[in-house]
């Protein structure tokens, strides 16, 4: 492959999430990077340069339109990374994903369409090993803290007892003021999503946590012993009702699968070969009393519950599914144009309880906690801290990156050594002794 003209090129920066990864890029960037802002509409483009008024370098503007294949392969060419933040992925986002397959381009994106990331491994996997590109989907609140959360916890019960982990659980909750309006946990984008998944009949995915794992034989395993369970339940490890994760519960476990799969085999593999994940929310931040918080951890159940059982066997979604998809966009989603209150983005965050269990029983128990909204400005820190990680401006401390290439999930392609990386976008990492 020819050199790159730049080191990592920001597609989509003028949304809102846009804009949050742009100023932690500008805040954050070393000296002699070279990289660029990009889209459809240059002069909103150089409207976002003031933000960048304190970055080392000054970031180039460049234009592109993800319905334009010529103009997406050009700009895709000339950078190391693209980060790309344009969604819903089903509708325009193969163009940037078959670039960088074909360039030799480091990709990462935020979608929550599982659905559409395994077609796109089907369709580019082999040119992305050939041109050694990481294709890193689902890389935002969905699901990095998770994946990293579940191969962390497996590898100190590992590191601990020499045993692998025959389960792992993680529980969200959401921190800061109380959620009254469930729609400032959330984003719009994901929102977006999910409604493109189940729309353009990838819907499938729903009830399938082997959704991206390749190996037919490992993936019919999973899907025995990994079902989802939706049901709302009380966990006394937390002290709190348990919901299914919101935005959408069937997303980071088909990640985390993924990543098991790519260690199966492996002697380092902290993870036993039918490892059974499972994750929940903590309702305690969403409803001031207990009450409160079984009556929406119920709610959360039957609504997912119902959407699951909508699915046939070809993804296609029937009007009671839609239905419910209807009612929980609107208990969820944000209008067009809404979002979370300045109060929400400055002070919510949270945290994952992170729980392995090897056969015998002995547990290795941590937390991860995040700073900043989940899906705005803590998703916006991770991905902008993933980018620089693959161009090689990452923070101090990172260990070298897994030499595998193709598509990967967070875990897989950054590991354990990436730590200090994700510390600097306010998500950190810690363990019981």
């Excluded at 992925?89 to 193969?94: H, K, R, S, T």
């Excluded at 959330?186 to 009949?201: F, P, V, Y």
């Amino acid at each position: 492959m020819p050199a790159k003209e730049l080191d990592l090129v920001l597609f989509g920066a003028t949304g809102f999430t846009g804009r949050q990864t742009l100023m932690h890029l500008a805040r954050h960037v070393p000296p002699g990077f070279k990289w660029a802002i990009a889209g459809r509409n240059r002069a909103k483009l150089e409207a976002l340069l003031p933000l960048c008024a304190d970055a080392a370098v000054t970031p180039e503007v460049r234009r592109a339109d993800s319905t334009d294949l010529k103009s997406v392969d050009k700009l895709v060419a000339a950078t190391r990374v693209i980060i790309q933040l344009a969604g819903p992925y089903g509708l325009a986002g193969e163009s940037f994903v078959a670039a960088a397959a074909a360039n030799g381009t480091h990709y990462v994106d935020l979608t929550g369409e599982i659905g559409w990331v395994a077609q796109m491994i089907s369709r580019h996997s082999e040119a992305a090993k050939a041109s050694k590109a990481k294709l890193i989907p689902v890389c935002g609140f969905e699901a990095l803290p998770f994946d990293l959360s579940a191969l962390l916890i497996a590898t100190r019960l590992k590191a601990a007892t020499g045993a692998r982990a025959q389960s792992v659980e993680l529980i969200n909750s959401f921190t800061g003021p109380l959620a009254f309006r469930p729609r400032d946990v959330l984003s719009g984008g994901t929102m977006a999503s999910i409604i493109a998944m189940l729309e353009d009949g990838a819907g499938a995915s729903l009830n399938d946590p082997a959704a991206l794992v390749e190996d037919p034989h490992l993936a019919d395993r999973i899907r025995q012993f990994g079902r989802y369970d939706f049901r709302a339940r009380y966990s006394a490890d937390v002290d709190a009702w348990l919901a299914p994760t919101v935005p959408a519960p069937f997303v980071n476990p088909t990640v985390v699968y993924r990543t098991m799969s790519a260690l199966a085999g492996s002697k380092n593999s902290p993870f036993a070969s039918d490892c059974r994940y499972s994750e929940a929310l903590s309702t305690r931040g969403m409803a001031p009393f207990a009450i409160g918080q079984r009556v929406v951890a119920e709610t959360l159940a039957r609504g997912f519950t119902a959407m699951a059982k909508s699915v046939d066997r070809n993804g296609t979604v029937d009007q009671l599914g839609r239905t419910a998809i209807k009612q929980l966009m609107e208990w969820f989603g944000p209008k067009p144009g809404q979002g979370p209150s300045e109060k929400f983005l400055q002070q919510s965050g949270y945290t994952i309880h992170m729980k392995a269990v090897a056969d015998s029983g002995v547990a290795a128990i941590g937390q991860a906690v995040a700073r900043g909204h989940a899906g705005y400005r803590s998703t916006a820190m991770l991905i902008a801290e993933a980018g620089l990680l693959l161009a090689g401006g990452g923070a101090d401390g990172c260990a070298a990156l897994p030499r595998r290439y193709g598509f990967l999930t967070p875990a897989s392609a950054f590991g354990a050594g990436s730590v200090p990386a994700w510390a600097r976008a306010g998500l950190v990492f810690a363990f019981r002794p």
